[in-house]
């Protein structure tokens, strides 16, 4: 079991950039894959990006490709996503999410996700 902490969130105009973070905490940490998620009101969760702890081979959505970037710190058990040229469609809740090696779900899945953190607010203003 794998336990998650998002932070970072924030209010930011559009263009301006953002670092969110995300502190793992667990058993097997390494072997898990990590991805972040986002909703914004009113639609379904969406996949962003991931990583592997292992690799750190890394998958991101067509959306957010050139602007954000996923990267880990493995000492530190943390993952971030640093966002640049935000958009106003960027604004959603970000969540942080983990999955373990071998799941056979698509990485951009949600239900391929065991483990989720609670979520941090995102708001780029026009």
């Known amino acids: 079991q794998v336990q998650l902490v998002e932070s970072g969130g924030g209010l930011v105009q559009a263009g301006g950039s953002l670092r969110l973070s995300c502190a793992a905490s667990?058993?097997?940490?390494?072997?898990?894959?990590m991805g972040w998620f986002r909703q914004a009101p009113g639609k379904e969760r969406e996949f962003v990006t991931s990583i592997s702890w292992s690799s750190g081979t890394t998958y991101y959505a067509d959306s957010v490709k050139g602007r954000f970037t996923i990267s880990r710190d493995n000492a530190k058990n943390t993952v971030y996503l640093q966002m640049n040229s935000l958009k106003p469609e960027d604004t959603a809740v970000y969540y942080c999410?983990?999955?373990?090696?071998?799941?056979?779900?698509?990485?951009?899945?949600?239900?391929?996700?065991?483990?989720w953190g609670q979520g941090t607010q995102v708001t780029v203003s026009s």
């Open positions: 999410a983990a999955r373990t090696a071998g799941c056979p779900s698509p990485l951009s899945s949600k239900y391929g996700y065991d483990s």
């Open positions: 667990g058993r097997s940490i390494s072997t898990y894959r």
